[in-house]
């Protein structure tokens, strides 16, 4: 006699996929249902461009752009595709289009999960070492203004916003190889002028 098998596990879906219900609900105009997009989705855009732009005024302002801009394009969006690259690029053009470009937000190095040549520091700090993080922290700051625009935005995107490389090639409208590149090569220029933030413990 043949035992019944377990039935197979749903294969996991990403958190950022809109439900066909509810695309429907915005592509129709529903206001319950944008309020529950925005609710959803506001943090991470705001997150985003105030890394960006540095100021929480502008990014709140933006912010509120962006959603603005996905509302009147919603029907661009394509059913099955992750939303969050998809506001990630109506952000950026937002950001872009808007000519502000201004101090990033710190970059704390407990974000950086990836080797740039500095090592990410004890959560129990004493005083003494909590400073000189602090100073640390601005040595990177200072370090990632320096890099050039695109290297530093993709920076963002990999190391905070935590984007594929290929979702990263999809927003800064190159070629995967490109995005790879970039990427790298902000690590090593980072790693460059980061020499010696590796010796705060």
């Known amino acids: 006699m043949d035992l019944p098998t ?3 596990s749903p294969e996991p ?3 950022d996929l809109v439900s066909p219900e509810l695309l ?7 206001e319950a249902a944008w309020f529950e997009f925005v609710q959803e989705y506001e943090g991470r855009m705001y ?18 752009e962006v959603f603005y ?18 506001l990630y690029q109506v952000a950026r053009n937002t950001q872009i289009e808007s000519h502000r470009r201004k101090q990033l937000q710190r970059f704390s190095l407990e974000q950086a999960r990836e080797d740039v040549g500095f090592e990410v520091t004890s959560e129990k700090r004493s005083p003494v070492q909590a400073a000189e993080s602090a100073d640390a922290q ?5 370090a990632l203004l320096r ?9 963002v995107l ?15 409208g190159v070629a995967l190889g490109t995005a790879k590149s970039r990427v790298f090569r902000a690590k090593e220029q980072l790693a460059e002028l980061l020499a010696g933030v590796s010796d705060v413990n």
Request: aromatic residues 10%.
């Open 158 to 172: 990999r190391f905070v916003e935590d984007l594929s490389y290929d979702e990263i090639a999809q927003i800064q």
């Open 138 to 142: 601005d040595r990177v700051q200072r």
């Open 24 to 30: 429907t609900r915005l592509v129709a105009g529903e």
């Open 69 to 86: 801009r996905a509302w009147r394009s919603i029907r661009t969006f394509r059913p099955g595709e992750r939303v969050l690259p998809w």
């Open 47 to 64: 997150g985003y461009l105030y890394r960006l732009e540095g100021n929480s005024e502008d990014a709140l302002d933006l912010t509120q």
């Open 6 to 8: 377990e039935p197979a």
């Open 147 to 155: 890099l050039p625009t695109e290297y530093r935005e993709a920076v």
């Open 13 to 15: 879906v990403p958190a």
